[in-house]
């Protein structure tokens, strides 16, 4: 089964500040994803990239960045962070173009902006 | 864009019992609709899915039924087990995108012992 990781797995940090958060996916899958989860909006896709150096905006990308750096390597940048970016953040991949479209999903990361 | 709804946000049944969830989507070039489970404090994982050219598609005790006409889709949980509670969500894919999903807002089952 496709292994991915996030990091951190919880972050605190106050209204203004700079966060990252980190996805590492090790199955060679093309595509990556970042989505936010919150109560009664279910996943919301914010960038996703299908390949290195590639992004793509999603649905929810105000006030985020995203970058990938490598195959395996996608980044969430949060650089002026607010209240309302609160959430639990989920990373995801998948193969898209084979037999499989599905995701993978990491297990997820909590920011608390303050 | 496409929208899709998830019409109960939360659903009890008693263990053996059958459990329905029902989506319905905007976009009618979606063809591919994918269901994905969550366990309290979890990430998510595939279940089933089903494309456009089925109307019904079953994994073991799990049903998806299709009806393009009227944009709907929905899971059958048979038989349900403690196992089986956790929040479920469909999702659709818009226009052939070959990765993006739309995900409905989730629900919570619970299969009461």
């Known amino acids: 089964e496709a292994a991915v990781t996030q990091s951190p797995r919880n972050k605190v940090t106050v209204t203004g500040g700079n966060v990252t958060l980190s996805c590492r996916q090790t199955?060679?899958?093309?595509?990556m994803y970042w989505y936010r989860q919150d109560t009664g909006h279910g996943l919301r896709l914010i960038h996703y990239s299908y390949g290195a150096g590639n992004l793509q905006i999603g649905d929810v990308p105000d006030g985020y960045k995203a970058t990938r750096t490598t195959q395996e390597d996608f980044f969430l940048l949060l650089e002026l962070a607010s209240p309302s970016q609160t959430s639990l953040y989920f990373c995801?991949?998948?193969?898209?173009?084979?037999?499989?479209?599905?995701?993978?999903f990491g297990p997820g990361t909590r920011l608390l902006v303050l | 864009g496409e929208k899709v709804e998830q019409h109960e946000s939360t659903l009890s049944v008693r263990e053996g019992d059958s459990a329905v969830i029902n989506c319905t989507y905007t976009d009618t070039a979606s063809s591919y609709f994918p269901w994905y489970k969550q366990e309290a404090g979890k990430g998510l994982h595939f279940v089933i899915d089903?494309?456009?050219?089925?109307d019904r598609k079953q994994s073991q005790r799990l049903i998806v039924l299709l009806d393009k006409k009227a944009k709907r889709f929905s899971l059958h949980i048979t038989a349900t087990q403690p196992e089986d509670s956790a929040i479920y969500f469909c999702a659709a894919n818009p226009n052939n995108a070959g990765a993006k999903l739309t995900f409905g807002g989730g629900t919570r089952l619970t299969v009461r012992p």
């Open positions: 995801a991949s998948s193969d898209v173009g084979g037999s499989q479209d599905t995701q993978y």
């Open positions: 199955n060679s899958h093309n595509y």
């Open positions: 089903i494309r456009s050219n089925v």
